[in-house]
């Protein structure tokens, strides 16, 4: 089995995903980014054809929103402006408006992307792509089993089940990584009639910075997750995830490029875009120069992919190399990773660990991730 590779849509992205259309799957797009990049955003998925789901709540997730002028659009789209008080959604009185407010988000969903595109078929352009290929139910961190942001999503999740109509309905279970202890009581209360599918996001969890019992614990989470039988996308996901799907245990790994496979809530984007490369075989984004560094200690981890050869990453210098080809490389890396057949992408994971052993201690940062997934893949095929 292959897990699905869908992109965060950032507008600086536009180009590499057009010029990379057969490496992916589909696109997340988050409702701030349509809000404010409406054009970019429709432009774009009639241009690639490709399945696409929007994520209504990402951006309220801790119950705030900023004072900006996406913010106060989506506020008003989804009927909370009156909600929102220094930017602090007040819980008490969303619960109040909590029927208008769920109502609003589905149909913000099913309906933005067409009335953004009114028009567009006088030009020749196809109806191709308007609806999206899942409805996500509105969610909320949860703090705690027993919390009230628990109760709240769980409400949410009920009244969105009642307006699915025809359509699909994934809920999102959104956790602090604390939370994955207790995934049994967790998951029993997603346990829902009427619910499609699922989408995970683990509060800032970092499939490469985990030690072994924490990434057991991520993997027992999802092995209980597949038991209900239903599809799985993991919001932030990296190569791990892949991995994973390829054992079954999630069918659909999102992240940006060359980003987003962990996402922080607590923490804003900066907006800054700090050169990165990613070292296909050892699954990882690092800094461009320490991958330099990297590569030059340990030759065989060079790439050769067209990508890597036209930026000619070893002999130019870091402010020089172009960071396209730099995203290029990454999606065309990911999407290799998940052609591969799983034991040949196992055989490469321990083959590669060994080779890179002498060099551990220097570059323990990013290196020390191979021999936690090693070990932690290794339990699951032996049982």
Known sequence: MNPKIY????QTD???????????????????????????????LFSVEKPFFIDPTHKLVLLTLKEKEWAINVAEAFKISECVEEGVI?????????????????AYQRDKIKMSSGGLELFG??????????????????????????ELNLEMLRKSIALKGDGKLYAVIAIEEYLLSEAEELISKFEIEGVDGFCVWVSDFREEGEDVKMLEKYVEFFKKLSKLKKPIMNLYGGAFSVLLGKLGLIDCVVQG??????????????????????IPKIHKVVPLYRAQ?????VPELKCECEFCVEADIMNTPENRIRTD??????????????????????????????LLDDVFEEFWEQLRHLKSWEEV???????
């Open 377 to 383: 893949i290794g339990k699951i095929i032996e049982g």
């Open 257 to 278: 490029i060359a980003y987003g496979e962990h996402r922080n809530p607590y923490i804003a984007a900066t907006g800054r875009y700090t050169k990165t490369y990613y």
């Open 293 to 297: 560094e990297l590569i030059e200690t």
């Open 125 to 150: 352009i196809s109806g191709y792509g308007l609806e999206p290929g899942i409805i996500v139910a509105p969610y909320f961190l949860i703090e705690g089993i027993h919390s009230e942001s628990f």
């Open 325 to 354: 080809l730099l995203k290029k490389h990454y999606v065309l890396s990911r999407w290799n990773e998940k052609q591969m057949d799983f034991n040949e992408l196992y055989a490469n994971l321990k083959s590669t660990t060994q």
């Open 14 to 44: 536009g180009e590499v995903f057009k010029k990379l259309r057969n490496y992916y799957d589909g696109f997340v797009i988050e409702a701030s980014i349509l809000e404010q990049f409406t054009k970019f955003t429709l432009s774009l």
């Open 7 to 10: 992109y965060r849509v950032l």
């Open 90 to 106: 007040l819980i008490d009185k969303l619960k109040e408006n909590l029927d208008a407010f769920v109502k609003a988000t589905i």
